[in-house]
């Protein structure tokens, strides 16, 4: 994996045909295409409103001023996906927390379109990296529901355990939902997920 810049944020992940780097408001076109390409796809895995807490950003552009704004706080890196030059999908480091605690969390997608040739897996491995050996970061998390058999094969191929159930942990698709709970720390990959991915 290459790291053009070495620096946290922005930054730009590269592997053969696979390339992380900050979305942008230029992706907007390509991001409205594949979401409306991808609406019964994604819909059962995609993060809700709760009633009663603050409405999400409305347009693309808003959703990505926003995430910017975090982005430039170190509190997310909000990677887009592109797998030969083309937007395919969206990898984000969320709820960045220093202090005694130096953790994170990550959400991804990714057109069905081109699902199943690993690319999220080794992009969650490249951003796993990242984390650890450019931010510093000591531990990573992933909640995913139960029911999501192709999220599950992504920790269980990068052999990230699991350590817990959290019953209605996040609102997902218009409900609370229950979400498996996998994590992994600095110790566990001292030479990283990617040289995991590919021992
Ligand atoms: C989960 C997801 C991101 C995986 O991305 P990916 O790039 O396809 O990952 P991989 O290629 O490593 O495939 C992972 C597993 O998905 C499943 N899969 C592959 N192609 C698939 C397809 N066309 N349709 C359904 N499942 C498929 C397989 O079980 C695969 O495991 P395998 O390699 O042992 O066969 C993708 O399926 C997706 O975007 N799903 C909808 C959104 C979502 O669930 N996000 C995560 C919420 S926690």
Known sequence: MSNRQGRAWPAVLEHDRLRLRPLSVRDRRAWREVRERNVAWLSRWDATTPPGS????????????AMSAEAREGR???????????????????NI????????????WIDEAVAGRGLITRSVAMAV????FVLRLHRIEIAIRPENVASLRVVEKLGIAEYGYAPRFLHIDGDWRDHRLFAI???ECPRGLVARLDS
């Not at 603050?54 to 001023?65: C, E, K, L, S």
């Open 54 to 65: 603050n409405a999400r950003p409305r347009t693309f552009g808003a959703m990505v001023r």
């Open 76 to 94: 997310q890196l909000p990677f887009a996906v592109e797998y030969d030059g083309r937007f395919v999908g969206q990898l984000t480091v969320n």
């Open 97 to 108: 927390t220093r202090g005694s605690g130096q953790f994170a969390t990550i959400g991804y």
């Open 129 to 132: 990296d990242h984390c650890f």
């Open 185 to 187: 720390t600095r110790e």
